[in-house]
């Protein structure tokens, strides 16, 4: 089983800043697409941003130029650091890795994010 462990949600106020951490295991997160999802109470979930093993990066229009994502291979990790919150922003989120070819999909448990108006 494999296991994504997420880190550093929290409450902040409208214009705060926090970070998400992702820790995987070595052997998937090296060789994998790392992303963030969130899921907001009643919508679907959806995609915030993505990393590919190369570094390319894919960023949703809504958090473009407030969110930027990261990959630290030496440590497995996968970060997100969020600025220039807004209250749309909060939502469960989740961190996702995409094995390639089988495209085989692990995920977190999740870390909820709170901004407060």
């Known amino acids: 089983q494999v296991q994504l462990v997420e880190s550093g949600g929290g409450l902040v106020q409208t214009g705060g800043s926090l970070r998400l951490s992702c820790a995987s295991p070595?052997?998937?997160?090296?060789?994998?697409?790392m992303g963030w999802y969130r899921q907001a109470p009643g919508k679907q979930r959806e995609l915030v941003a993505y990393?590919?093993?190369?570094?390319?990066?894919n960023y949703a229009d809504s958090v473009k130029g407030r969110f930027t994502i990261s990959r630290d291979n030496a440590k497995n990790t996968m970060l997100l650091q969020m600025n220039s919150l807004k209250p749309e922003d909060t939502a469960v989120y989740y961190c996702?890795?995409?094995?390639?070819?089988?495209?085989?999909?692990?995920w977190g448990q999740g870390t909820q994010v709170t901004v407060s108006s």
């Open positions: 996702n890795a995409q094995l390639p070819n089988s495209g085989t999909n692990y």
């Open positions: 070595g052997n998937i997160f090296s060789i994998s697409t």
């Open positions: 990393i590919t093993n190369a570094g390319r990066t």
